[in-house]
């Protein structure tokens, strides 16, 4: 980096963004996704959990009820009880999340690509009844779209913000899940009004993130490399991912069905259990066991909402971290970890 760029990168920007990440975002990312945006609807954040964190500021507080996936996001469900919201929790099924639970609430919060903790897609007719639901109950739709680049498997799923018409979803992504998780950098999309005061509320906690990673994530963006290193991230991911359905079928094999969709984070039930005995199987000593052979794994209760009913038969199994070339004996560990019970 040189010359204006570095002159840019090294200044103090004050409250705003530095412009060509801005515009770069809008029309070589956003654009894609049918997410239409100007300069003013857009702040750069130090991650998503900072964009949380200036929402909840913005919209949250005591009275105000927040309905959440549950399983949750453990991240953003300290955010938003820390900022006085009454918590409301909707059940997750095949189809994602259910409208019911989120019948009341002034906001809610939704990561429907790829549901975390359990990678359930939200389907097409919930998400319609999530719009008109907002719509009805004059409600915010916080949309999470964390996962959105890293599809293993078909085109990548429209973000209910490309369909919403009365701007009731504001829009979370990052670039950090894919680039490099110490890059902290993502980004809000919502109305001006909003985005100004969320401007207010960063400039008083961190002012803008780092110029010099914005410049250069700009750059890199531009230069079409960051294109390059999507496309190269999910061969990579579908590759680990097909090397562990192997070695699942191989060393646990009650399992193998459940791997129907490619992603780099599995969510496995017990086989044999059901909603009617969700004790079938507690899993916490087989990740206890695991662990001792070297491998986390990590027991789906861990991600239940305080005060409601957690399952015990359920494991969430993660990739990304791990070695293509390791991912056979991790199987294999786990599954002798498990014939230990």
Known sequence: MSGKNLRVSLGDPRDGD????????????????????GPDEVMITVGTQQ??????RALLGPGVRVAMENPVDV???????GAGAQMQYMTIDEFGASPKGAVGAHVVYLTPSSHHPTSVALSPQRRRRFLSLADEQDAVILEDDYDAEIRLQGPPLAPMKSVDRSGRVVYLGTFSKYLAPGLRMGYVVAAPELIAQLRRFRHYATKAPSPMLQRSLALFIRSGDYARQLRGYRVRARSKFDHFAEAVGEYLPEFADQLTVPQMNMWLRMPGSGHADPDARDVAAWAQRARSR????????????????????????GLASIPEARIAAGVRALGCAGSQS
């Open 18 to 37: 530095d412009p060509k990440l801005v515009k770069a975002l809008i029309e070589e990312v956003l654009a894609l996704r049918g997410v239409h945006a």
């Open 51 to 56: 964009g949380l964190s200036l929402l909840s």
């Open 294 to 317: 070297g491998v986390l794994v990590t027991p789906g209760s861990l991600y239940y909402a305080p005060g409601t009913v957690a399952r015990t038969d359920e494991l969430r199994v």
């Open 75 to 81: 991240d953003a469900q300290h955010t938003f009880a």
